[in-house]
C-alpha cells in the first residue's frame, strides 16, 4: 500500500479505536455490564473487520492475543478485572497470583473470576517459564573466581571449595598464593578469607560442619552430595532439600536424580523435571543437558536442542557433542551449529589463563592440596 493510501486508512482507523475503547471503559465501570471477556471480543472483532483491507495489518493483529490487549486495557484503565471497579486511594488493585494479565480488587474478585481466567492463565504462566528458561545466563552457576575474576571451569578437578569460607577459588590463584606464602615462609592460609588452613580432616570437617550450622546452602549442598555419594538417601534430601530452597543449582541437580532414580524418594517426573528446570535456570550445564535430553525422549525436538545450544555456550562438552548428532540428522541449523562451536570454544578459553596452566602442571601443588584436606567441588 502507497504511504498516502495507508496514512488515511490509519487515521480513517484512530476514531474506531477511541469509540471501541471507550465503550469498554464505559462496560468496565458498569458493574451489570458484560465481562471483560465478551467486551475484548467485541473489540478485537471491530479491529479485525477495519482493517481487512490491508492484508499487511490484519496479519499484525492476527498476531496479537486477546490476552495481550486486555492486559494492556486492564493496565491502561488500572481496574479489576471481575467487577470493573477503578483504583482509586481506596481501593488497591493486585495482580493474579501466577501470571500478570489482569488485576484484582479484592480476594472474592479473583476467586469468581477464576473460572473465566484459568485457561488464559495456565497459558501465560507456560509463555513466562519458557521465557525464564531459555534465556541464555550470564555464566555458569559457578559463576567467577573471586581473585582472579575469570570465569571457573566447568571441570570440578581444576577449582577448589574452601571449607573455612565455603568459597570456591580456581586452582590458579590457590597456587599462587601457595607460592607467595611459601617464598615467604608464611602460615598457609585461605586465599580468599586468609584463615588458616585446616591440618587435620577433623578439623576441616568441623570447619564444614560450622558452615552447615549458619545454613550456607554452598556447605548444605556438599554434605548432602557427600550423604548422597556414602548412600545415606535420607538425610541427603535433608540436606539437598534445605540448600535447594536457598538456590543452590547444584543440590536441585542431585534432587532430580533422586526423584528420576526413586532414591530416598518416590519416583516422581514433574518434581525431577522441576528440579532440572530450576538448576537449568541458575547455570547448571549438566542440568541442562539432562532437560535436553528429556525433551528429545519426549520427540520435542526444537526445546532440546534450544538446551543443548545453552549449554553449548558455557563450554559444556557433552551438549556440544549432542549438537553434533542433531546437525547429522538436519535438526540443528549449519548456522546454528556454527555458533554454538565458536560460542563454546570461547567459553572454553574464557577459564584458561598462564596460572592455571602452572597449576595443572605442578605435581608439588596437587600433593600439598592433598595434604590442606580443602574439598573441591
Not at 169 to 188: D, H, P, T, V, W
Amino acid at each position: 500500500m502507497p504511504p498516502k493510501k495507508a496514512f488515511v486508512f490509519f487515521l480513517l482507523l484512530i476514531p474506531m479505536c477511541i469509540k471501541s475503547c471507550r465503550r469498554l471503559l464505559l462496560h468496565l465501570l458498569d458493574a451489570n455490564a458484560p465481562s471483560l471477556e465478551e467486551v475484548r471480543k467485541e473489540v478485537v472483532l471491530r479491529l479485525q473487520s477495519s482493517a481487512a483491507c490491508n492484508d499487511d495489518h490484519n496479519n499484525m493483529l492476527t498476531t496479537m492475543s486477546a490476552d495481550s490487549m486486555v492486559a494492556e486495557a486492564a493496565d491502561m484503565m488500572m481496574c479489576c478485572a471481575s467487577c470493573g471497579k477503578s483504583e482509586l486511594d481506596d481501593i488497591k488493585l493486585m495482580d493474579c497470583d501466577a501470571c500478570d494479565l489482569v488485576k484484582y480488587c479484592s480476594d472474592d474478585c479473583k476467586e469468581d473470576h477464576r473460572w473465566q481466567h484459568e485457561t488464559n492463565c495456565k497459558e501465560r504462566v507456560s509463555e513466562l517459564r519458557d521465557e525464564k528458561l531459555f534465556r541464555q545466563p550470564e555464566s555458569s552457576h559457578l559463576g567467577d573466581c573471586p581473585i582472579c575474576c575469570l570465569p571457573l571451569p566447568l571441570n570440578h578437578q581444576k577449582s577448589l571449595m574452601q571449607s573455612c569460607c565455603s568459597t570456591t577459588i580456581c586452582r590458579g590463584c590457590a597456587y599462587a598464593n601457595k607460592l607467595r606464602e611459601s617464598e615467604a615462609r608464611l602460615q598457609f592460609t585461605c586465599p580468599f578469607c586468609r584463615s588458616p588452613l585446616p591440618k587435620t580432616k577433623e578439623e576441616n570437617n568441623k570447619k564444614k560442619m560450622r558452615r552447615v550450622a549458619a545454613n550456607d546452602p554452598v556447605a548444605l549442598s556438599e554434605l548432602g552430595r557427600k550423604r548422597y555419594e556414602e548412600r545415606d538417601y535420607e538425610r541427603a534430601f535433608e540436606y539437598l532439600t534445605k540448600a535447594a530452597e536457598l538456590g543452590d543449582a547444584p543440590a536441585h541437580h542431585c534432587l532430580s536424580i533422586m526423584y528420576r532414580r526413586g532414591l530416598g524418594v518416590e519416583k516422581d517426573e514433574k518434581k525431577e523435571v522441576y528440579n532440572l528446570e530450576e538448576a537449568a535456570i541458575a547455570g547448571h550445564p549438566d542440568a541442562r543437558q539432562n532437560l535436553g535430553c528429556y525433551e528429545w525422549d519426549n520427540e520435542r525436538y526444537d526445546r532440546a536442542v534450544k538446551h543443548w545450544i545453552i549449554a553449548a555456550n558455557l563450554g559444556h562438552d557433552t551438549s556440544i557433542r549432542k549438537l553434533k548428532g542433531c546437525y547429522k540428522l538436519g535438526k540443528v541449523s549449519k548456522e546454528d551449529f556454527a555458533a554454538a562451536l565458536r560460542a563454546h570454544q570461547a567459553a572454553v578459553d574464557a577459564t584458561k589463563s598462564p596460572q592455571r596452566d602452572a597449576a595443572e602442571a605442578s605435581e608439588e601443588f596437587r600433593a600439598y592440596q592433598q595434604q590442606t584436606f580443602s574439598g573441591n567441588t
